[in-house]
């Protein structure tokens, strides 16, 4: 089975997740379905309902992120020693060719895209056009508004 680049980051925060999912939301959910059991009749017991619903998402998140960190590889940029090319896990500072406006982005796995925070997934257009290039290197991305040219400004691996 193929590995899935993961930030150390990343992983951290499926881990926490994984941990409040296991010691605060599983039992707290388990008590849910035994307060409504009490209650008598299972037919018609809407917070009975409720809360076996509530654990198959539980039950399905925990199993979900399991073999996100199974099938994962960790990579911890820091580690590798400072140089001029793009790679997983990497900060990239790119300056638009045509308007000079500069932009940041830290290359991270799908899971843990947000664009909001600047963080792109390593399939995005933009970080495949990055992955591999140097600084000083000239990158053309595809956008929905048509090709927009990039020089790489800045590589670190924080």
């Known amino acids: 089975m193929n590995k899935f680049p993961m930030t150390v980051a990343g992983a951290e925060k ?3 997740e ?3 999912l ?3 939301q599983r039992p707290r959910i388990v008590q849910a379905i035994a307060e409504a059991r009490e209650h008598g009749d299972l037919k018609e017991n809407a917070e009975y309902h409720a809360a076996r619903e509530q654990q198959g998402f539980c039950e399905g998140r925990i199993q979900e992120i399991e073999g996100k960190l199974s099938n994962a590889q960790i990579i911890d940029v820091t580690t590798i020693p400072e140089g001029e090319k793009v790679i997983f896990g990497s900060t990239v500072m790119i300056i638009n060719v045509d308007t000079d ?7 991270v796995g799908d899971d843990e895209a947000d664009v909001k925070n600047n963080m792109i997934s390593v399939s995005s257009p933009i970080a495949r056009a990055l992955i591999g290039k140097s ?3 000239e990158v053309a991305v595809t956008t929905p508004g048509g090709e927009v040219a990039y020089e790489i400004d800045d590589v670190k691996y924080v």
């Open 14 to 16: 499926l881990r926490e």
């Open 18 to 20: 994984l941990d409040d």
């Open 22 to 24: 296991k010691k605060v």
């Open 101 to 107: 406006e500069e932009v940041t982005y830290k290359i």
């Open 135 to 137: 600084i000083g290197d």
